[in-house]
């Protein structure tokens, strides 16, 4: 066996634990580790990894494990679990179970999944504002309800979910909160679901929390982007379904964020493809808070896209550059306005204008 034999095997190993090789290449695979203990331990490894992000997998007949349900979501999530995993399934098309617009959510809650069974022993661990693991878990739990419940999922935990009135607009109409009726709603809300879980053991709701984002996987919503494109209000704000599938994706990658760093665990970014269309939603809405007079600003995200915010008609007063993550912590409530790393030129105070009209929609 040559060297470069040994590396293409090592590079089929995390296709092989999903489940999603051809079988000649099984076979390959499987002739490779009869007689390699080193790749025969990394595939073990794996294996558990496939276990840890969906549950016992069993075996086919040819001893292939069988094909996780989701597992072409989870790969990217995983990347911090095994370095060989992403990099392998990163190289083969993935077919997602769901449409595009509810892939970043099925991996923001497969990344979730995967770091969950570290807080074994530390849920009271605190983690953001007077919340510990525990109750962050439960704020996800609230937060998920109310497009469960425009989807027709019913409450998980009794009390009165938020709910919108759903006024008849067109497809697409994007209105930013503000300070409406439904932050006082919310907040009751989520301090009652926190509440209740703190009640019960952190797996019941752990499940609990599974079997919602599940639903909304399982909706017809997340699999059609016909029915996806009706727009609906939800925490004050009017989306497509679709969007909506997104701020959901945006708030879980967050939480899974808030709850790796106190645990002392690095967690990834979401996918780049992913995380575009983060960035997308939230400068789409940040445009509209910000509204048609502000001073107009160019602002872009490294190695990505850019846009003006503001006026229209009046030339660029400023300039502003930020990483897209840095963007995406700032627009989630994760830094101050003043504390972003950031690159500008230009008007500063129209470049403040900007950071702080972003560090406002931490509904996000």
């Not at 752990?206 to 017809?220: E, G, K, N, R, T």
């Not at 002392?264 to 983060?278: M, N, T």
């Amino acid at each position: 066996m040559t060297e470069d034999d040994h590396e293409g095997v090592r590079d089929l190993l995390a296709a092989w634990a999903f489940g999603t090789l051809a079988p000649e290449e099984r076979q390959t695979v499987a002739d490779h580790l009869a007689g390699c203990a080193s790749c025969a331990a990394e595939a073990e490894r794996l294996r558990e990894t496939v276990r840890l992000l969906d549950g016992p997998a069993g075996n086919g007949a040819d001893g292939q494990p069988d094909a996780a349900p989701t597992a072409d979501l989870y790969a990217e999530s995983a990347q911090d679990l095994s370095g060989v995993l992403s990099a392998a399934l990163r190289a083969r098309p993935a077919l997602p179970r769901v449409a595009g617009h509810a892939v970043p959510y099925a991996a923001a809650v497969a990344g979730l999944k995967a770091l969950l069974p570290e807080a074994e022993g530390r849920w009271p661990t605190p983690v953001v504002h007077d919340w510990d693991v525990h109750a962050t878990l439960a704020h996800l739990l609230a937060a998920d309800e109310p497009l469960a419940g425009r989807l027709g999922i019913g409450p998980r935990v009794p009390g009165t979910p938020v709910e919108d009135e759903d006024e008849d607009e067109g497809e697409g109409d994007v209105e930013a909160g503000g300070e409406a009726d439904w932050v006082g709603a919310w907040n009751r809300r989520t301090a009652e679901v926190i509440a209740h879980e703190h009640g019960r053991t952190p797996a019941e709701t752990v499940a609990d929390w599974s079997a919602q984002a599940a639903a909304l996987l399982a909706a017809p919503e997340a699999h059609d982007p016909e029915l996806a494109a009706r727009a609906t209000t939800l925490m004050g704000v009017r989306l497509p379904v679709a969007e909506h599938f997104l701020v959901r994706a945006f708030e879980t990658w967050i939480h899974t964020d808030d709850i790796g760093r106190a645990l002392g665990l690095a967690v990834p970014p979401p996918p780049a493809d992913h995380l575009g269309q983060l960035v997308r939603l939230a400068v789409r809405i940040l445009g509209l808070a910000l509204g048609p007079t502000a001073p107009p600003v160019l602002f872009a995200v490294t190695g990505g896209e850019q846009w003006v915010l503001g006026s229209e008609d009046e030339p660029v007063a400023a300039e502003l550059t930020l990483d897209p993550v840095d963007f995406c912590l700032l627009v989630g409530g994760r830094y101050a306005p003043e504390e972003v790393p950031r690159g500008t030129t230009g008007d500063e105070a129209a470049v403040r204008n900007v950071l702080e009209r972003a560090a406002s929609l931490s509904w996000l």
